[in-house]
């Protein structure tokens, strides 16, 4: 099971592959919404912003996310290290369940650009 530090580095590392993503996938990423991370094994959460092309966690704490943020994901911790590491391939885990992402449907079509 991935460690609460490991998530968070996996999701440094997705802020830092937004933050370098050219074309379509930078111009879906520069949007400035909240977001929220869930780690449903762990039961912590990442809360923070998508903003300049980026992800910015402000805070973690224990538990599901105490506000709706706009952009919301749910998953295991060794899904989303999976996920960024490039070893799970985020369409099929959606599909079957694994990962949860719940959006407005403007920023669920933006979003698609980045998966």
Do not use: Y
């Not at 074309?23 to 039961?43: F, N």
């Not at 105490?66 to 959606?94: P, S, T």
């Amino acid at each position: 099971m991935a460690t609460i530090e490991e998530c968070r580095a996996a999701l440094d590392q997705l802020s830092d592959n937004l933050g370098g993503a050219e074309g379509d996938v930078r111009a879906a990423a520069a949007m400035d919404r909240s977001v929220s991370c869930h780690l449903t094994d762990l039961d912590v959460t990442f809360a923070g912003r998508l903003e300049g092309g980026r992800i910015e966690v402000h805070d973690t704490f224990a538990g599901p996310p105490h506000e709706r943020a706009q952009i919301r994901l749910a998953l295991a911790g060794d899904d989303l290290v999976a996920l960024v590491g490039g070893d799970l391939h985020f369409a099929r885990a959606w599909g079957s369940g694994r990962v949860r992402l719940e959006a407005g449907l403007r920023d669920l079509f933006r979003l698609r650009k980045l998966l």
